[in-house]
């Protein structure tokens, strides 16, 4: 069986660690690959190839970089589909699915391609008589990323671009669940000619992962995950004089009112929720049907979810694949089985979907569940996978007040005709990207991503300018060039202009 191995330095490797971990194809149920899994040893061994490339890499001129990172677009660009099969067959989603994650990450990567104007510092002339100041951004050094199993190159793509342009050198620890598309990922950096050392990625476990953040010469760590791993990840880090920014988890709502387009609404809830197998930590997870919206709303989604064709992500016919693991497809399907039990009413019911030809395959049809209360598992729990759970309110006031008291402050969403409705809306909900008739707000690469509240542990956001940011610190410089021509004397008083 396959081995897939970690890149350090410019070359795979299977490092000093004897543990493998599966590797599977959730289409199929069978393990197709095993992942070396990496000793604290190989993260060391990553990290100081990393420290060492830093040396030169730092110190590169911006047009130097800049040239990796528009040979590394290209090279991406060109192996979309490649890359989004290694995608399809250790995740599950679909191709056209796995194309659009690429494509995703390519717009990160083109924001990354303008880093000499986004490195600009400023320059202020004469502040005091002969004294100017400017300033500049410096790089950190060795940064580190860990990444999740639903985005196996988007996410990984929201970081490392971005921290390389801006001088640093990268150690990735991608989900072992399907690790492929990293080292595929690595590959193209090398062929783009990015140093031996600058990328390097290490595969493993919780092992891995505290090797990371407790390594002295790691000076930044960025987290994409689940909420009780992100406040991991941040206050161990955080403990060891790292910089972090650490995405968690949520549960993004999506309010209809009753002067929505239903079949508008119906039919982008029904591809938020159940598009990637509602595996996205931007999905609708929470539908909320304001006063007179809520029974036509349900007759549109049901109907709209039966339709949804699930089967194999390389099969064309395919609107959805299977969930990654068998153990998320049991736990999702016992909290469906939890919810019915505390009162919710399943309208669409995905539990035991047999897909032909697949009959081992980690499948969960969409699964659409009326009537659920607040306090119900279904709704606290982040199921990460194809279920819309739906509440009902009154007003707008009492969908916004729902929402704020959700610990999560990831993303959400309105349907509506009503400016006003829609302004009071993006003004009074406690979260971070907003939607307006728009039901997944990932926003584009050139602003930040990231939540409120449990959602995000740290200050800075993810790419776009509070990524550029996050990967560097600022240097300010106050300098004099006095043409002497008689002694100057110096003041033990606070220095002021003048």
């Known amino acids: 069986m396959a081995s897939i191995e970690h890149w350090i330095g410019g070359q795979f490797t299977a490092g000093t660690s004897q543990r493998r971990g599966p590797v599977f194809d959730p289409a199929t149920g069978r393990q197709q690959h095993e992942v070396v899994l990496a ?3 190989d993260v060391d061994a990553a990290v100081q190839a990393a420290a060492t490339a830093f040396a030169s890499w730092s110190q590169a001129s911006l047009s130097a970089r800049t040239k990796v990172l528009f040979t590394f677009r290209e090279l991406v660009n060109a192996r979309v589909k490649d890359l989004a099969g290694i995608i399809s067959d250790e995740h599950g989603k679909v191709l056209s699915d796995a194309a659009g994650e690429v494509q995703r990450g390519l717009e990160v990567i ?5 880093i000499p104007q986004l490195l600009k510092g400023s320059f202020s002339d004469q502040v005091s008589s002969g004294v100017d100041v400017f300033s500049f951004r410096e790089p950190l050094g060795v940064c580190a990323g860990i990444t999740p199993f639903n985005f ?7 970081m490392h ?10 150690v990735l620890k991608p989900s072992e669940r399907d690790p492929s598309a990293s080292n595929f990922v690595a590959d193209l950096w090398r062929e783009a000619g990015l140093p031996d050392g600058v990328f390097n990625v290490v595969h493993g476990d919780k092992e891995a992962v505290d090797a990371i953040l407790r390594h002295p010469d790691v000076a930044a760590v960025s987290f994409v995950g689940s909420t009780p791993i992100a406040r991991y990840i941040h206050q161990t880090a955080s403990a060891a004089g790292k910089r972090v920014q650490a995405l968690g988890g949520a549960k993004n709502h999506a309010i209809v009112l009753p002067d929505a387009d239903l079949d508008f609404a119906a039919g982008h809830l029904t591809a938020a929720a159940f598009g990637s197998a509602g595996e996205r930590c931007m999905a609708i997870s929470a539908a909320v049907a304001v006063g007179a919206a809520g029974d036509p709303l349900m007759e549109q989604v049901s109907r709209m979810a039966s339709e949804v064709v699930v089967g194999p992500g390389r099969d064309p016919r395919s609107e959805m694949g299977p969930v990654v693991t068998s153990a998320a497809k049991q736990r999702i399907e016992t909290l469906i089985g939890t919810g019915e039990q505390q009162g919710a009413k399943v309208l669409v019911d995905g539990r035991g979907l047999t897909v032909p030809g697949h009959e081992e395959g980690f499948f969960v049809g969409p699964t659409v569940i009326d009537q659920v209360q607040p306090s119900m598992d279904v709704y606290t729990e982040e199921i990460f996978g194809p279920v819309l759970s739906v509440l009902r309110a009154d007003t707008v006031e009492a969908a916004i007040d729902l929402i704020n008291s959700n610990p999560y402050g990831n993303g959400t969403a309105i349907f509506t005709n009503s400016g006003e409705a829609a302004r009071r809306f993006q003004r009074g909900v406690r979260v971070g990207m907003i939607g307006i008739n728009v039901p997944i707000p990932v926003p584009m690469a050139y ?4 939540g409120w509240k449990d959602s ?12 550029v940011s996050f990967y560097t610190r600022a240097k300010v410089i106050t300098s004099r060039w006095p043409h002497v021509t008689q002694p ?6 606070f220095p002021t202009a003048s």
Not at 152 to 158: D, R
Not at 161 to 170: R, Y
Not at 456 to 467: A, T, V
Not at 488 to 493: E, I, N, Q
């Open 161 to 170: 671009p971005v921290a390389i342009a801006c001088g640093n050198t990268f």
């Open 456 to 467: 995000l542990f740290g200050e800075q956001h993810i790419h776009g300018p509070e990524g």
């Open 152 to 158: 196996p190159a988007m996410v990984p793509m929201w």
């Open 110 to 114: 083109e924001f990354a391609c303008g």
């Open 447 to 450: 602003y930040s991503f990231g």
């Open 488 to 493: 100057m004397d110096a003041s033990l008083h």
């Open 39 to 41: 000793s604290t040893a």
